[in-house]
């Protein structure tokens, strides 16, 4: 059992933001577990055009696969190229993006394999293991962390005895980062014809609408974010004029979400986006695990919330005890008067 793979996702000829930062997470684990990083990527007239996109970023050697029909994805022949490939490069780990194509993608595989699988990680790290039922110990485990039981609970798992070790991760979770030491970047171009078969593109997409993002929530250097103790729709408004004065983003908690004060796709948290703002603001937010698992690594966290015992307090670097109807209007009111 050798390298650590990721499999890279495209749009079109462009790499996905995600796969480039397990790119960078593989990096890491395969230097600590002296082995090399390898990567997949498959798509259509994609030659030439996605190498400089996932080189960089300390891959040893990557797999391109470039056919017709390889684009846009369908599950099938990703699927095909993805088992039969680590049928001959036997890897350690597999990483992927929790994304809705790594979604489909990582379970087909890892059932194909038998190897388990598992979703939306927080954490990945390398460790060892004492199975004291079987007295074995095993050393270089992949610990694949993420919460657990509605977030009640961090769980660490471990597959000692089947390969590869496979993880999906959301986007965002991992920080991406150019490679500054060296690394092989060999490039291997393999025929598509030769892992798949016919039967595999008998699914067609006939047509697909990708709708832009309305915001840039996850790359926001200041995140204004509201909870349940927002109270209404109308409360979050004062949380938009709040991250207009500070050219922020605003962002809410799932409770928030399923009150229908905003939007789902402004949710924090394990079933949302992550961030990593500078400066996070959050309003009325208790801090369940859940959300803590998408901002706890923003550089400053500002909690305004009216109970002194929030959870959220605890990770805080500030804490405004106080209403968010009290604190926030007063917010807006200084920063109005002192931006330039």
């Given amino acids: 059992m050798n390298n650590v793979f990721v499999y890279c996702e495209i749009e079109g000829t462009t790499v996905a933001e995600v796969s480039q930062e397990l790119l960078t997470k593989g990096r890491k684990l395969a ?16 030659k030439d055009k996605v190498e400089s996109q996932i080189l960089p970023y300390g891959v040893d050697k990557l797999f391109v696969f470039d ?12 699927t095909s190229i993805l088992v039969n490939l680590f049928k001959e490069e036997k890897p350690q780990i597999c990483l992927m993006g929790a994304t809705v194509i790594g979604r489909d993608l990582g379970p087909r595989v890892s059932s194909s394999l038998t190897s388990g699988l598992t979703a939306d990680c927080t954490q990945l790290e390398i460790g060892d293991y004492d199975d004291k039922k079987a007295g074995k110990h095993y050393e270089n485990l992949l610990y694949q962390i993420r919460p657990a039981f509605g977030g009640n609970i961090v769980a660490t798992i471990v597959n000692p005895d089947h390969r590869p ?8 979770v991992m920080q991406k980062a150019l490679y500054d030491g ?10 598509a014809a ?81 961030v990593h703002p500078k400066v996070y603001i959050a309003c009325g937010i208790s801090g369940q695990i859940q959300h803590i698992a998408g901002m ?19 990770i805080a670097d500030y804490v405004i005890n106080g209403t968010v109807e009290e604190v926030v209007p007063k917010l807006i009111k200084y920063y109005k008067a002192n931006n330039k």
Avoid at 67 to 78: I, R
Avoid at 165 to 172: E, K, L, N
Avoid at 309 to 314: H, L
């Fill in 31 to 46: 230097s600590q577990l002296g082995v090399e990083l390898h990567a997949v990527v498959a798509g259509t007239g994609i």
């Fill in 67 to 78: 056919a017709e029909g390889l684009f846009p994805y369908t599950s099938a022949p990703h």
């Fill in 165 to 172: 070790q496979m993880a999906t991760v959301r986007s965002g």
């Fill in 182 to 191: 060296t690394a092989k970047n060999e490039v291997v171009y393999l025929d």
């Fill in 194 to 274: 030769k892992y798949t078969d016919a039967a595999d593109y008998i699914v067609k997409v006939l047509d697909r609408h990708v709708e832009a993002a309305k915001h840039n929530l996850k790359g926001a250097p200041i995140v204004v974010a509201g909870g349940y103790g927002v109270g209404s729709k109308e409360g979050f408004d004062m949380l938009f004029q709040l991250a207009k004065e500070l050219h922020g983003e605003v962002g809410a908690s799932r409770a928030a979400v399923d009150a229908g004060f905003v939007d789902h796709d402004r949710q924090i948290g394990q079933t949302g986006v992550t």
């Fill in 296 to 314: 706890q690594d923003s550089g400053i966290i500002i909690s305004i919330n009216s109970d002194p015992d929030a959870p959220i307090n605890q």
